[in-house]
């Protein structure tokens, strides 16, 4: 078993998070809950940034928020001087609320509404990755109205798409983000963001993919980016100051998994766009990356009590948490693996492969597949590892079930981040049958 960041076992032969023992987190705040190792959160930023810092690149590092969003991580995020990616209105008033610096807060999404554009503008944060041409129209017409210029980065396809091992290239990008490079949609965007007396197009985004192991696609997406920005240069003299290459640093969910670390990333793509930058004779552009899960995904971890079991002879044993696809979908929604023991027997012997259902009204709401384990009690706690991303920030209501608390701990100490939703809470916007509100 592999543990992350400050997870051990301590001398009670219990595991143990930022130096806490997980039984005494799950008793004092119940279960499901998620846990935030912070060390570890602090320990991958400063990865990310002293690799910057030591080559002596400008650089933003912007944690995407999207993989875990709640004010007390943005504040971590600001602690660590780093940049912030959000989405929506909801992930920008988080930001907000948490006093992160407006002008590091670069703004990205598809379809951007009026309202979220206009509150951008209002906040006067950094930067708008723009998607596409309705948003490029909408955006300069909200900045006219309200006679500001706002920076923005043009999201561009490359034509490759990386997912762990593999990359492929794609002639015509199907996607439904960005503009793409190569059918000429990206230089037309660039000539209308450069035309506008509102917009500043300070540089070029990519985003090739997620839970990426090696780097060979950014490599490749930096070389055709680059190829395109010579091009431009040559026929429009336009020198970008920022490039951008998004996230998508990959982790080790399970013992399957060999992601680089940090620096590793950073330094193959560095030198990669240095090399462009030198073959193309062009003025080397800040580099800005968007880590989400591999800033967040290995220091989180989620403390379930194990209930019900079902036996079916010579098929399987499932065992049943209390929480599953309410807490964490991505194993029902992409087959995610996650490896998990008992917090309060975690070096005992296997002796059975169960798999993990969660408590929710789906077949599907499994959390993992044959895992071996101790026989288990209704007393014991399973500990499911690498739940940091994407867990908490998709974490839904289905079946009424309510979101978990989120504790981070540090040093000893821990800290309640998000409280436990009640059935009140679950009920706060409901109206009933003969309700005064009407249309
Ligand atoms: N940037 C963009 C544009 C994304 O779409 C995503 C994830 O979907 C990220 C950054 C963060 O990716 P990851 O959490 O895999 O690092």
């Not at 806490?20 to 705040?29: E, M, Y």
């Not at 320990?43 to 999207?66: C, E, H, I, M, W």
């Not at 602690?79 to 907000?96: F, I, P």
């Not at 895992?371 to 908490?392: E, I, R």
């Amino acid at each position: 078993m592999y543990f992350h960041g400050t997870t051990k076992i301590n001398e009670k032969g219990h595991l143990e998070i930022g130096g806490i023992d997980t039984i005494d987190l799950a008793q004092q705040f119940g279960t499901p809950l998620y846990v935030y190792d912070v060390e570890l959160i602090r320990k991958r930023a400063r990865g990310f940034k002293k690799t910057f810092d030591k080559l002596n690149v400008p650089a933003q590092v912007a944690y995407a928020s999207k993989a875990f969003s709640t004010v007390a991580m943005v504040q971590l995020a600001k602690e660590e001087g780093l940049s912030l990616d959000v989405v929506s209105g909801g992930e920008l008033y988080t930001a907000l609320c948490a006093e992160f610096p407006p002008e590091k807060i670069h703004f990205h999404g598809n379809n951007k509404s009026v309202e979220e554009i206009n509150m951008a503008l209002d906040a006067n944060i950094g930067c708008f990755v723009v998607d596409n041409f309705y948003e490029l129209d909408l955006l300069a017409e909200l900045c006219a109205a309200k006679k500001v210029k706002a920076n923005i980065l043009i999201r561009v396809t490359p034509g490759i798409e990386a997912h762990t091992h593999d990359y492929i290239l794609t002639g015509q990008e199907d996607s439904k983000f960005g503009f793409d490079l190569q059918n000429g949609q990206a230089e037309t965007a660039l000539k209308q963001g450069m035309k506008s007396e509102w917009l500043n197009v300070l540089g070029i985004h990519c985003h090739i993919g997620s839970q990426i192991f090696e780097t060979t696609g950014f490599i490749l997406a930096a070389q055709k980016i680059f190829e395109k920005l010579a091009q431009w240069r040559d026929e429009h003299q336009y020198n970008p100051q920022v490039l951008n290459l998004g996230g998508g640093f990959g982790i080790r969910y399970t013992n399957e998994d060999e992601p680089l670390e940090p620096h590793q990333y950073v330094e193959k793509i560095i030198a990669e766009v240095k090399t462009q930058a030198d073959i193309f004779k062009m003025t080397m552009p800040e580099i800005w990356i968007e880590p989400g899960r591999s800033l967040v995904g290995d220091a989180g971890t989620t403390l379930y009590k194990i209930g019900s079991r079902k036996e079916v002879p010579n098929v399987r044993n499932y065992l049943a948490v209390d929480g599953g696809m309410s807490d964490n979908i991505r194993p029902s929604l992409y087959q995610a693996k996650y490896e998990a023991v008992l917090a309060n027997r975690p070096l005992e012997q296997a002796e059975e492969t169960v798999s993990i259902a969660g408590k929710c009204c789906e077949s599907g709401d499994m959390l993992i597949w044959d895992l071996p384990l101790p026989k288990t009690t209704n007393q014991d706690l399973l500990a499911v590892f690498c739940t940091g991303a994407y867990g908490y920030s998709m974490a839904n209501n289905y079946n009424r079930i309510p979101r978990p608390p989120v504790v981070f701990v540090e040093n000893g100490e821990a800290t309640l981040v998000v409280k436990r939703e009640s059935y009140q809470d679950l009920v706060r916007l409901d109206l009933p049958l003969n309700s005064s509100v009407k249309i």
